[in-house]
């Protein structure tokens, strides 16, 4: 079965067979997406995450597959019904559309007006009818009826009928909306304005336009119609089923225009709309992993004392000090618009000689960034303080404060302090903060709650585990949930290993890791190149794999030096002709990786974090005029644009037609999440609070 797998999912993929081969055998093993790209290039041809993620994707497709076709089997055996053309046709199949084509005649269904008419005996006069030959028609119109009614199901079932209506779909499918004229006048149907009555042909409706449309239908906003050119549609059947121009081929014609009105229309515009709403989710969701990805790989500030803020009008800000390793040393709560707040957070920058600020971007962010920047001013001269103010992203923070994780991290706090730690460790290290958080509870997606909860769950999933092992971490000061998401670990392993830790001490080795219990031999070579450790052994601090240093210990010994020598010396490392160390296992693609890695070991390669402020003469909506050019920090990437934060509680949006002066069919071709941009006001439109932002023109 694998070589008929390899087949398919190589021609569905766009790889080669044998590389499909090699990593379905590596899956089977119970290797991971991230081991199997890194540490096993020659394998699989240097295939990157992306693509061995395809591969499994519709290696489990497969997999579903062939137990749709053993319920299929069963189901035929209830029914006693023996064709070897049958079963060939549904051994043979590996499209799931076509298996469904194939096994429609014999799916249970409820009773129809064909299987009455079968059981008043009219089957024989349908297939005379059907013959289209000259015939004395019976004057009873009950029968003529129930002869169309099989007719019709036959052809409404039969599959060149359905992939011709397929394909006019595809063709001249028009997407339609109309307004429910009960409710399109509520407050929240304004929502959908733009959908009251809109038409767009299927195949080029946009992902965000659909999701819209889906959602405002499940609210009852508006009604949808997906409907092919019915001419032609009719057509396309009328040249497969009439063959005559007679009384009884009249009677086919009948038949044929209700089957497609009735039945056949009906089943393939719901398939259609499955399929493009599946389109839409995929689409959704791979903005919403892209987006992800780049929170998560965003530039951590390192080890640093840091003042949070987590901002408030009403009730205070919610103030926290955190140590170099993002432990709570104080909190307090702070009032803005107070001579003596001003006073107080000046005192905690000297007393704890705070490095950073960090200050979330929800309500009164701006209001607490220039109390900081007052506080600072107003530091001794002697004490050299000067910490830099970041803005920081407070998106799931509240989810994460009520959440179990955060109630064992500070079971004696409230949630308002918990998510003031969440806003300033989220400065220290955005990656291992956020993995505390379910993904899709960060809010860098749009319709999440509309798409597959499944494949949207194991997409951000996927693309946790991807950047954490791309990352790596400390196995020495990882929580037990960054480690959760290294390769080949999960929430057990990861427990264990803190638990390990914090009766033994600091692990000295990656090999002392197979101590830890039911971390075994093969765990041990799936997690053992993601994590790191400043140990004796200075391979252990970098993306070397175990089984790899022998290479590296004989690399070194040709060159008469130690490793720690062939790493600080690059004299050394380029005297170095990799073909010699090239065997039947190990190959240029991996020994190219242990050079690089050599060269700079224990890389993050996540960069440095920017200080960032807002124009200062803008604080809300009504200071907006358009025209003006504002710094502002990218805070959501979708489909259709961007959103920018230009520091007035209102994202703006840059419209995919505004990001550059050329066409863009892709945003993220040109901006990055968080990215620091300079963007032109373009219009506002205060009534419904809403700011047309661009970056024609303006070099960023």
Excluded at 164 to 185: G, H, I, M, P
Excluded at 252 to 271: H, N, S
Excluded at 284 to 290: K, L, T
Aim: net charge neutral; charged share 30%.
């Amino acid at each position: 079965m694998h070589t008929l797998f390899a087949h398919i999912i190589g021609e569905a993929v766009k790889v080669r067979e044998q590389q499909v081969a090699a990593v379905l055998a590596l899956l089977d093993e119970g290797a991971t997406i991230p081991f199997i790209a890194r540490y096993r290039k020659e394998k699989t041809g240097s295939l990157d995450e992306v693509q061995i993620a395809a591969i499994q994707t519709q290696y489990t497709k497969l997999q579903e597959l062939a137990k749709r076709k053993e319920t299929i089997y069963a189901r035929l055996a209830e029914l006693k019904i023996k064709n070897e053309e049958l079963n060939r046709r549904i051994d043979e199949c590996w499209d799931a559309t076509e298996l469904e084509d194939i096994y429609l005649p014999y799916k249970p269904h409820r009773k129809t007006r064909a299987d009455i008419a079968i059981e008043k005996g009219l089957l024989p006069l349908a297939e005379q009818i059907l013959q289209q030959r000259p015939m004395a028609l019976p004057k009873d119109e009950e029968a003529l009826q129930g002869a169309r009614d099989i007719i019709a199901q036959r052809i409404a079932e039969d599959e060149k009928s359905r992939n011709a209506v397929r394909r006019e779909f595809s063709y001249t499918a028009l997407l339609t909306t109309k307004a429910v004229k009960a409710k399109c006048d509520t407050p929240e149907a304004q929502n959908y304005k733009d959908y009251f009555d809109f038409k767009c042909p299927l195949k080029h409706i946009r992902s965000h336009q659909l999701l819209a449309i889906r959602r405002a239908e499940s609210e009852g906003y508006i009604r949808v119609d997906i409907s092919p050119d019915t001419e032609k549609a009719l057509d396309k059947l009328a040249n497969l089923w009439l063959r005559a121009s007679n009384d009884t081929a009249y009677q086919v014609e009948l038949a044929m225009e209700d089957g497609y009105k009735r039945l056949l229309k009906p089943a393939i515009e719901t398939e259609f709309a499955a399929l493009s709403k599946e389109k839409a989710d995929k689409e959704a969701i791979r903005v919403f992993a892209d987006n992800l990805r780049q929170l998560l790989l965003g530039a951590p500030l390192g080890q640093k004392r840091v003042l949070a803020l987590d901002p408030g009008f009403r009730t205070g800000c919610k103030t926290v000090v955190l140590n170099e390793q993002g432990d709570m040393l104080l909190h307090d709560v702070i009032f803005l618009h107070n001579l003596q707040s001003t006073k107080r957070l000046q005192e905690l920058i000297e007393q704890f000689r705070i490095e950073a600020i960090a200050i979330g971007n929800g309500t009164a962010s701006r209001e607490t960034e220039q109390m900081a920047r007052e506080a600072i001013s107003q530091v001794r001269p002697a004490s050299e303080l000067r910490p830099q103010i970041f803005v920081v992203s407070e998106a799931g923070a509240s989810v994460y404060s009520a959440s179990k994780i955060a109630r064992e991290e500070f079971p004696d706090e409230d949630v308002t302090v918990r998510g003031a730690v969440s806003i300033g460790r989220r400065l220290i290290d955005p990656l291992a903060e956020l993995v505390k958080i379910e993904p899709k509870s960060i809010g860098v997606g749009q319709y999440q709650h509309d798409v597959d909860q499944t494949e949207l769950r194991e997409s951000l999933q996927q693309t946790v585990e991807s950047v954490v092992n791309y990352v790596g971490v400390d196995v020495n000061t990882a929580s037990k949930h960054l480690l959760t998401y290294i390769s080949g670990l999960g929430p057990t392993l990861a427990q264990s290993i803190v638990d390990y830790r914090a009766a033994n001490g600091a692990f000295s080795s990656r090999k002392e890791l197979l101590k830890v219990p039911k971390l075994g031999a093969k765990t041990f070579e799936q997690a053992a190149g993601f994590l790191r450790l400043k140990g004796k052994n200075p391979l252990d601090n970098s993306a070397v794999h175990p089984e790899s240093y022998a290479i590296v210990e004989r690399m070194a010994k040709d060159q008469g030096c130690s490793v720690a020598d062939l790493i600080a010396n690059k004299e050394l490392r380029d005297k170095i002709d990799l073909n010699r160390y090239v065997t039947a296992e190990v190959g240029l693609p991996t020994l190219t990786d242990i050079m690089n890695e050599l060269a700079q070991p224990g890389r993050d390669p996540r960069g440095e974090t920017e200080e960032f402020a807002f124009d200062p003469s803008v604080h809300t909506i009504d200071d907006l005029q358009a025209g003006m050019v504002l710094p502002g920090i990218v805070t959501n990437i979708s489909a259709f644009g961007a959103f920018v934060d230009v520091g007035v509680h209102k994202d703006g949006l840059v419209h995919i037609s505004e990001m550059a002066d050329r066409r863009v069919t892709n945003p993220q071709e040109v901006v990055k999440l968080h990215q620091h941009v300079k963007v032109r006001v373009v219009d506002v439109d205060r009534v419904r609070g809403r700011i047309q932002l661009s970056l024609k023109g303006i070099k960023n």
